[in-house]
């Protein structure tokens, strides 16, 4: 039966790795603020310029929020999968263990 189980440093891993990609969107997020289109050359530049930050601050913020709610179902499931594994563990061991 030790081969029987899911990956628990994997999957922690898994989460670890999904919460930065949140963290790294909204920093993300925060640069692309300050970096802003003001200013760069002619008033078309600065309207492509603007039409670009705001496109890509859409698509991180959907990104961080698509991560955040994989983390938070891969993280339910991990619980349940740790539940599950603890009753079929018990259902195969010797009585009066």
């Not at 039966?1 to 670890?16: I, K, P, T």
């Not at 949140?22 to 925060?30: G, K, L």
């Not at 891969?74 to 594994?85: C, I, M, P, Q, R």
Request: aromatic share 8%; net charge positive; proline share 2%.
């Amino acid at each position: 039966m030790s081969d029987f189980g899911h990956a628990d440093d994997g999957m922690a891993d898994l989460l670890r790795r999904l919460n930065e990609v949140t963290e790294r969107m909204h920093e993300a997020c925060a640069a692309l603020k300050k970096v802003g289109p003001k200013g760069l050359g002619t008033q078309g530049l600065d309207a492509a310029c603007y039409h670009f930050q705001d496109n890509w601050h859409d698509g991180i913020k959907r990104i961080a929020k698509g991560s955040k709610h994989v983390h938070s179902a891969l993280k339910e499931a991990s619980k349940e999968f740790t539940e599950y594994e603890h009753v079929v563990r018990q259902g195969f061991s010797p009585k009066g263990r």
